[in-house]
């Protein structure tokens, strides 16, 4: 079946290091995002690529980088620069940006932790 | 910049009252419209969608949504909830930018709970 891989989905970090979340994706889609999920402030976009090798920053880009040397991949490296990255991680995709009625399809994230 | 609004942080109702989840959007250009639901420990899933044409959509669930250009809204509505329905709903807009990239943005949440 197609669909968005993210792994792991519990994730714990020590302060100061830096981790990296994965997001793999079957459909074939040419788009793919990054929301962060905090209570009470919904979904925040971090990055988002609509090609390969390129990648434009969200709402909350600081303290996160991104890749995209790969369609089916867009990794999130969560650095020590982020502040407070405690959170839930979504990731999604969807299909080529110049087409219309086109639809989301969202991961089953990953809550990373910092202790 | 572009956002968008929900009005209600936290909504309780009894079973068989009827719901009306606010949303609103500031952005000027052509809009696609969502409302997803998040149950509880569960995915994120697509309840309804608006692209064009008739401005009130029906979705799963007995969910429905109307689209006021005028006003820059996509209320949910359901006239009857299930205390299935408890969940946490999230309106969102993508919005077409320069260069062809879009973006699809979240409002903050409203967290349903309803009560047998």
């Known amino acids: 079946d197609g669909g968005i891989t993210q792994s792991p989905k519990y994730l714990f970090r020590k302060e100061g290091q830096n981790v990296t979340l994965s997001c793999e994706q079957n459909l074939n889609h040419d788009a793919m995002y990054w929301y962060r999920q905090d209570p009470g402030q919904g979904l925040r976009l971090i990055y988002y690529s609509q090609i390969v090798n390129d990648f434009q920053k969200g709402d909350i880009a600081e303290g996160y980088s991104v890749s995209r040397e790969k369609k089916e991949s867009f990794p999130l490296t969560v650095t020590s620069a982020q502040k407070n990255p405690t959170a839930f991680y979504l990731c999604?995709?969807?299909?080529?940006?110049?087409?219309?009625?086109?639809?989301?399809?969202f991961g089953s994230g990953t809550r990373l932790t910092v202790v | 910049a572009q956002s968008v609004s929900q009005h209600n942080h936290h909504v309780i109702l009894s079973e068989a009252a009827s719901l009306e989840l606010g949303c609103n959007y500031s952005?000027?250009?052509?809009?696609?419209l969502f409302w997803y639901v998040q149950y509880p420990g569960q995915h994120l899933q697509l309840l309804l969608k608006y692209f064009s044409g008739d401005p009130l959509v029906k979705g799963i669930k007995g969910f429905e949504a109307e689209f006021i250009k005028s006003k820059f809204s996509f209320n949910l509505r359901k006239p009857s909830v299930q205390w299935s329905d408890t969940a946490e709903y999230f309106c969102?807009?993508?919005?077409?930018?320069?260069?062809?990239?879009?973006?699809?943005?979240f409002g903050a949440g409203t967290r349903l709970a309803v009560h047998p």
């Open positions: 969102a807009v993508r919005g077409m930018f320069s260069g062809g990239y879009n973006k699809l943005i």
């Open positions: 999604a995709s969807s299909a080529n940006r110049g087409q219309a009625n086109y639809g989301y399809t």
């Open positions: 952005y000027g250009g052509t809009v696609n």
